[in-house]
């Protein structure tokens, strides 16, 4: 896969193994830690900050993050939010998560990523990853505040010159043209040389106040067709298995598997995926056995027919890549 390091590959290839020697039928490959739900923008296609006021002011503890990940067993942790860098003990959280040789990718709205550095150390168990949701005026449209694209790509070169990996994390919705897409792919690719790249249909996040620009699974497939055609997905360094990227763009489905990438915040495991708030397990044990599983995904629940999140789709791409010697190979030699 290209933009994921060698060592994330081969770790999660014995994880995957171990799982599949033991005859686990569920099990988590990545965990969306989201250690407070307090943000400093107010993104229109978010609803974490709208929770209460209450929950806005709680942050789980350090020892409360790190079990959560240990109980798990999961070997990849991508830490959200909310902004993960006002939460005062997010430097000790990574530094722990490292030290168990989890690899941790940071996400962060780059405003506060500058003053927050002096936190972190290089690591090939850590990375950022920086929301870029389109060139200037788009992604500022997209946060809704001016000036937050010039500080999240001054963040980008900052870390870049410490020595950190840096990737991004690209939601794209009914307002973005394949043109827009590809333009700030290329800028992200080329000029800032970012790690690697991650891409998103808009999902219909329930607390989100805008919720007339989610992509439905018809137009993210025909946005995604245009934006790969001509060769156009080899020339970038995507985080994504090539299977995924044919899930995006149309030639390919897949079931949804939302126990791969669970989140765990300071409301407990949710129920089922970090979109929908079916109820909460206080234990990722718990989640598993008590979740009717078969209840979601296209075609069984409404609020699923309109999507194809990461969250649920991009571990039954990795199951589907790991399951066959043609994807695992194309996989290893990058050929999206």
């Known amino acids: 896969m290209m933009g994921i390091p060698w060592q994330q590959n081969l770790a999660v290839a014995r994880y995957l193994l ?37 929950i806005l002011r709680q942050r789980l503890s350090v020892e409360e993050a790190v079990a959560a990940i240990e109980e798990s067993g999961a070997p990849m942790v991508s830490i959200a939010g909310g902004e993960p860098l006002l939460h005062p003990d997010i430097g000790e959280i990574t530094d722990r998560l490292i030290a168990s ?15 927050r550095l002096d936190r972190f150390k290089p690591s090939p168990y850590f990375a950022w990853t920086v929301h870029i949701d389109g ?33 991004t994390n690209s939601t794209f919705f009914t307002n973005d043209s394949p043109s827009g897409v590809i333009e700030v792919l290329d800028y992200l690719n080329n000029e800032l040389k970012v790690d690697a790249m991650m891409l998103s249909p808009a999902y219909a996040y329930e607390r989100a106040p805008d919720q007339d620009h989610f992509l439905g699974v018809t137009e993210a497939r025909e946005l995604f067709a245009k934006v790969f055609a001509e060769g156009r997905r080899k020339r970038w360094r995507l985080n994504h298995t090539p299977a995924f990227l044919d899930f995006l763009e149309g030639k390919r489905d897949f079931s949804c598997t939302a126990w791969g990438i669970p989140s ?34 296209r075609g069984k629940d ?21 399951s066959s010697l043609r994807e695992s190979i194309r996989a290893v030699i990058g050929t999206h």
């Open 18 to 54: 171990g799982q599949r020697l033991a005859r686990r039928e569920k099990f988590p490959l990545l965990v969306e830690l989201e250690p407070l739900f307090a943000c400093n923008l107010k993104c229109p296609g978010c609803g974490k900050v709208r929770q209460s006021t209450e």
């Open 101 to 115: 040789k989890h690899f941790v990718y940071l996400c962060t709205n780059g405003v506060l990523l500058q003053r």
């Open 135 to 167: 060139l200037a005026d788009r992604h500022d449209q997209a946060v809704a505040r001016q000036g937050v694209f010039d500080k999240a790509v001054e963040a980008i070169k900052a870390a870049k010159e410490r020595g950190f990996r840096v990737t």
């Open 264 to 297: 765990y915040s300071v409301l407990g495991w949710q129920r089922p995926c970090y979109l929908l708030g079916d109820g909460y397990a206080s234990s990722y044990a718990e989640l598993i056995e008590t979740t009717d599983w078969d209840r979601y995904g």
């Open 302 to 322: 409404p609020r699923c027919n309109n999507c194809m999140a990461h969250c649920g789709y991009e571990p039954s791409a990795v199951l589907a890549t790991t």
